[in-house]
Every structure is written in structure tokens, then in C-alpha cells.
């Protein structure tokens, strides 16, 4: 059965490194979205990506976040300078093309735990 | 702000038991509430929930959505100990004028403990 897969499952990093989290979404799938959640506390969406070119963005992904579509395969999130309030578990979901009025399910991958010291 | 509310954030039961989730909502744009089940890692999807008081029903699991109270329930009956996890409650808000790109907006969860 096709999955969304991520890389690294544990990322740890220094305050101020830049981080990249890498996605395979499903191969079908044309919408892509990011999401973390802070240990302890509720998921958040970051953002979601279609056509090349982010959707919507949350007030969490100001300007230290950045996603891209490098190759056709993969979906990265990227944080410039990471903060200690970046740890968090980071998951990536995508879904099929949105048709009318019926909803296209959400994969989520098993997350990227990232670890600011 | 879009807003999902859970309750009870955590619940400890015996097997067997019958255990009620709630969840409520405050979103513009409401497509559909969705359960997922998160255990160690990622969420995975239950039920979606777009009618009010239509059941979508699996197994012991059920839930129903009513949009006149923008509430939901989800019932786990003569629950196991494999129930144990967070279940979270998300809405579903579709941005029409983006591609049809949809987000997730989730409540903070309930963490079930069923104990043998």
C-alpha cells in the first residue's frame, strides 16, 4: 500500500543551524502539506502547497520556513535558523487532486522529530 | 482563529468499557470533521463526517456530527487495550480559491488509557 514516507525519523541540530525535512508523498498526489506538533500539545498546520507554489501558510511559517518541490519525488520543509521553540514533531501529508465537494483524505508520513539545542 | 476543542483531554478506563469523546468547533469554511487515531507516530484517519446525524459506525468505533451545535462525538464501545491512544477531532476547511487546498485544523486530543 503506497505511504508518505520522511527522512530523517530524528533530526537533533544547534540553535541557529539550518534543517532540512524531506517528504515522499504518495506518488499520485498533487496537494502537499506540513504540519508539527510541539510535545505535548495539539497538531498545527504550516502549510499546504499545490502546483508548485504554497496554498496557505499559517502565522507559525514566517520567513525561517521554507518549502520546495526540488525534483517531482520530493517535498522539503526547510528552517533557516532554527529556534528551541522549532522541536517538534514534524509531519508531512498529502492527498489526491480535490474533486467538487468531496473530500480527498490526508496521508500523514510518521514524522521527523526535530530536537533544537 | 479557527478553533477545534476536545474534551476529555484524558480518560482512563477498564476493558469493556463505553467511552464518549466530544469535540466542538468554531471554523469558517467547515467541509467536514475528521477522527484520527494517533498512537505512536502519525495520525491515521477514522472517520469523516460532512451530514449531521448520519453515524458513520466501524467496528466498535462510531460518530456522529451535529452542525447545529458544531459538535461531534465519537463512541468506542466494550473498548481494548489496543484502543489506547490520542484520538484527535480535526475540521476540514477547503480554501476554494486555491486550488481546492485544504487544512486541518486539530483540537489538542484525548488520550485514552484503557487498562486491563
Known amino acids: 500500500e503506497p505511504e508518505v514516507t520522511q527522512t530523517p525519523s530524528h533530526q537533533v541540530t544547534q540553535m541557529g543551524q539550518e534543517v532540512i525535512l524531506r517528504c515522499v508523498p504518495i506518488s499520485n498526489h498533487l496537494y502537499f502539506y506540513w504540519y508539527r506538533q510541539i510535545l505535548g500539545q495539539k497538531v498545527e498546520f504550516l502549510v499546504s502547497f499545490y502546483n508548485n507554489e504554497i496554498s496557505e501558510k499559517s502565522e507559525i511559517f514566517d520567513d525561517q520556513f521554507s518549502v520546495e518541490r526540488p525534483d517531482g519525488s520530493n517535498f522539503t520543509l526547510k528552517i533557516r535558523s532554527t529556534k528551541l521553540e522549532d522541536s517538534a514533531m514534524y509531519f508531512c501529508a498529502s492527498s489526491e487532486e480535490a474533486s467538487g465537494n468531496s473530500y480527498n483524505e490526508q496521508f500523514f508520513g510518521p514524522g521527523t522529530r526535530l530536537t533544537v539545542l | ?116
Open chain 2, 1 to 116: 482563529e479557527d478553533k477545534v476543542v476536545q474534551s476529555p483531554l484524558s480518560l482512563v478506563v477498564h476493558e469493556g468499557d463505553t467511552v464518549t469523546l466530544n469535540c466542538s468547533y468554531e471554523v469558517t469554511n467547515f467541509r467536514s470533521l475528521l477522527w484520527y487515531k494517533q498512537e505512536k507516530k502519525a495520525p491515521t484517519f477514522l472517520f469523516m463526517l460532512t451530514s449531521s446525524g448520519i453515524e458513520k459506525k466501524s467496528g466498535r468505533l462510531s460518530s456522529i456530527l451535529d452542525k447545529k451545535e458544531l459538535s461531534s462525538i465519537l463512541n468506542i464501545t466494550a473498548t481494548q487495550t489496543g484502543d489506547s491512544a490520542i484520538y484527535l477531532c480535526a475540521v476540514d476547511s477547503i480554501l476554494i480559491t486555491q486550488g481546492g487546498s485544504e487544512k486541518l485544523v486539530f483540537g489538542k486530543g484525548t488520550k485514552l488509557t484503557v487498562n486491563p
